[in-house]
């Protein structure tokens, strides 16, 4: 008999104690949920459609954008105007190694455009990655390299020369939805990099309208980051890129447009020159 009362004992504080526990549980995991509202709401508090005017937009800090081409070591056919265009392996990885060192967080286009147009607050010493014309070595070495570091890249795509494989390699359609599933950016970046201030009539269809799809279809996203090829724009190409679903539009150094901030978006090329000091120090006084 008193075996069988201390066994209920037993069991009713067992009970009681795990009672006690769920309840100690679901109040964390209401907290938990309560806080992720929170956050969701200060997220998004600004997000009522309203995009903020130019001189607003114009008005914020701007984030470092560095800009890459091919990243491989040199050769002796290539021209010393070339060179700025070519990253060696070990000197982007020195480059990339900077920035981590430094405390700066890679982010992505979506969230750029959050801050400038929403005035969302980004991570402590922001930093854009991207890369042009869809070279292989962006893959190969460019994403294995910020994988490393725990960034992401921007990678915008020249449709002409996916999967090429001659002189120079390219990436295939498996490599560039690889990279948007893995968190990557895929931006649209022309058919074959024709002059955008020299366009006329059906071009927008084939340099524009007609590679952005394929690259939708590729990714299964919706793509809707551009990037002028060689960083040349005019006031007559940004309607058009409204037109057709663009949220922003990346230059290279030139100035900004007063009246269109979100479609000259500045980057820097990273020169294949640069050490990572040097890189650093062009950071800073190109987006002080």
């Not at 725990?150 to 090429?164: C, P």
């Not at 002059?195 to 690259?215: A, C, H, R, S």
Request: net charge positive; proline share 4%; hydrophobic share 35%.
């Amino acid at each position: 008999m008193k075996l069988k009362l201390i066994f209920t004992a037993i069991t009713t504080l067992f009970l009681l104690s795990n009672c006690t526990n769920n309840s100690v549980k679901n109040a964390n995991a209401s907290f938990k949920n309560d806080l992720v509202k929170t956050e969701t709401v200060i997220a998004n508090q600004n997000h009522n459609g309203k995009i903020a005017d130019a001189a607003t937009i114009l008005a914020r800090k701007q984030v470092p954008i560095l800009c890459y081409h091919q990243i491989r070591n040199w050769t002796a056919s290539d021209s010393k105007s070339a060179k700025d265009y070519i990253t060696p392996i070990e000197t982007f990885k020195q480059h990339i190694k900077m920035l981590a060192d430094s405390g700066y967080h890679s982010i992505q286009p979506d969230e750029l455009y959050n801050y400038l147009a929403y005035g969302d607050a980004l991570p402590t010493k922001p930093i854009m990655i991207t890369f042009d014309d869809t070279d292989l070595d962006q893959y190969t070495t460019g994403a294995t390299t910020l994988k490393k570091y725990g960034y992401k890249g921007v990678y915008f795509i020249m449709t002409v020369s996916i999967g090429k494989r001659g002189k120079y390699k390219y990436m295939d359609k498996t490599q560039i939805k690889e990279l948007s599933d893995a968190g990557n950016t895929i931006g649209s970046h022309t058919y074959d990099h024709q002059n955008v201030k020299k366009y006329q009539g059906d071009d927008w269809v084939k340099q524009i309208e007609k590679p952005t799809k394929t690259l939708e279809t590729i990714t299964g996203k919706k793509i809707d980051h551009f990037a002028y090829p060689f960083g040349l724009w005019n006031p007559q190409a940004i309607p058009e890129l409204k037109k057709r679903g663009f949220k922003d539009a990346y230059i290279l150094s030139t100035k900004r447009d007063p009246t269109d901030p979100l479609f000259t978006i500045r980057r820097i090329i990273a020169s294949g020159y640069w050490s990572a000091k040097t890189l650093h120090n062009s950071m800073i006084n190109s987006f002080d």
